[in-house]
C-alpha cells in the first residue's frame, strides 16, 4: 500500500520571518538558504542575488580579514575601502542585474611526501 504524499509533512503554515542581529525583528531569509543547504547537500540555492542589499553586503564586509592578500585583480581591501559605499552600490547592482562574474581563482599547487602535488585554492 502506497503511503499518502503528505504524510510526515506539517500543513503550510504561515510563520514569522527569522530574525538576526541586534535589531530583534531584522528579517532575513540567509538563515533559511545556509539551513537548506546544511540539510540536503545537493540542494542548489538559486537566485541569491535578491537576498542582497547594500546595507547587508556593509555588515557583512566588518566580518572579512582584512590583513589578508589582494584577490586575483590586485585590488587591497584598503583600495577598495577607499571608496566602499560607491563600490558596494556597483557590486550590489551588478549582481541584481546578473551581470557580475566572479574572478578565477589562483590556484598554487603543494608538494606532497609522495612525490606528487595537491592542488591549493579557495574553497578546496
Not at 590556484?107 to 609522495?114: Q, S
Request: proline fraction near 5%; glycine fraction near 8%.
Amino acid at each position: 500500500m502506497a503511503k499518502d504524499v503528505t504524510e510526515g509533512r506539517s500543513s503550510h503554515r504561515t510563520l514569522a520571518p527569522d530574525t538576526v542581529g541586534p535589531d530583534a525583528r531584522k528579517p532575513t531569509s540567509l538563515r533559511g538558504i545556509a539551513q537548506k543547504a546544511n540539510a540536503g547537500k545537493r540542494h542548489r540555492c538559486r537566485d541569491l542575488c535578491r537576498c542582497l542589499n547594500v546595507e547587508l553586503v556593509l555588515e557583512c564586509g566588518d566580518d572579512l580579514k582584512q590583513d589578508v592578500a589582494s584577490g586575483v585583480d590586485g585590488v587591497t581591501w584598503q583600495t577598495y575601502a577607499e571608496y566602499l559605499q560607491a563600490n558596494v552600490e556597483v557590486l550590489v547592482e551588478r549582481l541584481e542585474q546578473k551581470r557580475y562574474r566572479a574572478k578565477l581563482s589562483r590556484r598554487h599547487y603543494i608538494p606532497k611526501g609522495n612525490g606528487q602535488a595537491r592542488p591549493l585554492a579557495p574553497g578546496s
